[in-house]
């Protein structure tokens, strides 16, 4: 009868739930398969495609604003260079930040089941990307562009406290967007040769560690307690608005010799960045609608946010 009551519980609005260790079995047979090593892999000392952008230019925070109608193709092509950086650096500090999140997950389940075994994968993935995205950064001749101490700090903070639901609806929120940016870039040839080489590498692991939390993230909001529920809506929707401000930098206008303040502000005011944004959002957003995420204050975050319509 118990078995029965907890078939029927592990149904949500996209149906029924799989069982946990059968979804873990499959993803570490496919690590198995098509897991990388960026340093064999990548052809790290092949010199950059004079001409060639580091991002394409319709993800860039600037495109089609009055400074970008200014701006000559080497200043587009500079600002492509540092603003891959400073995605290569969110993503070094998202990915730190995930590693945490996936320990703590694990630290009180059985160490042989499959589940953790996946867990301890993923861990293994990351560091690998984040040592691919320092090093793609030293070779694009930019600095490194960490986030803001306010936001290095309030990282800390969700790390300490975190729920296991909020930190798998947190991490679909680091990994869905920045997917959708590079599932754009690595079959772009208008983009130099190694980023397109890291991006593809990237988007073949994510899309593993994106199934895992997806089906975690379920199984955590039909199981957690109400409280539990309620403050993942919240927590999920003040990282929304944290991370949309991460994507960012203003550093990178002082660099490439733009006015910050002006630069800023025309990105705040850009319909087609705020497009962009909500595009690369909409799969995740779609789906935490559909499982109860999006709801009361948490909702209204998203909006703030602007990754919500």
Not at 163 to 186: K, N, V, Y
Not at 192 to 209: D, F, K, N, S, Y
Not at 281 to 299: E, H, M, S
Request: charged share 30%; glycine share 6%; with cysteine.
């Amino acid at each position: 009868m118990t078995t029965v009551t907890e078939r029927a519980a592990l149904r949500d609005a996209l149906g029924l739930l799989k069982d946990r260790e059968q979804v873990a079995e499959r993803l570490l047979e496919s690590s198995a398969k098509h897991s990388f090593d960026p340093d064999r892999e990548l052809d790290w000392d092949a010199p950059p495609i004079e001409g060639k952008y580091y991002w394409p230019p319709e993800l860039l925070s600037l495109y089609d604003t009055p400074l970008w109608k200014k701006m000559g193709e080497e200043q587009r092509i500079d600002l492509s260079r540092h603003e891959a950086a400073a995605l290569g650096s969110l993503g070094i500090w998202f990915e730190i930040i995930l590693m945490q999140l996936l320990v703590r997950h694990i630290y009180d389940k059985s160490l042989t089941s499959n589940h953790v075994r996946y867990a301890l994968t993923e861990i293994a993935d990351e560091c690998r990307h984040s040592m691919m995205f320092a090093r793609m950064i030293r070779e694009s001749g930019t600095p490194a562009y960490p986030v803001s101490r306010v936001n290095h700090n309030l990282a800390r903070i969700l790390k300490t406290v975190s729920t296991t639901p909020g930190s798998f609806a947190c991490t679909l929120l680091g990994e869905e967007i920045l997917d959708w940016m590079q599932r754009l870039t690595f079959p772009d040839e208008r983009i130099q040769p190694l980023v397109r080489g890291v991006t593809r590498i990237h988007v073949i692991e994510e899309a593993r560690h994106v199934r895992y939390a997806r089906e975690e993230l379920r199984r955590q909001m039909l199981t957690a307690p109400r409280w539990e529920q309620e403050l993942t809506r919240i927590s999920c929707g003040e990282a929304a608005r944290v991370f949309s401000l991460a994507f960012v930098n203003p550093q990178v206008y002082d660099n490439i010799g733009l006015d910050r303040r002006e630069a800023v502000a025309q990105v705040k005011a850009s319909g087609h960045r705020r497009e962009v944004m909500q595009t690369g959002a909409k799969r995740l957003t779609d789906f935490l609608d559909d499982i109860g995420v999006l709801r009361g204050v948490g909702r209204r975050l998203w909006k703030s946010s602007g990754l919500l319509a």
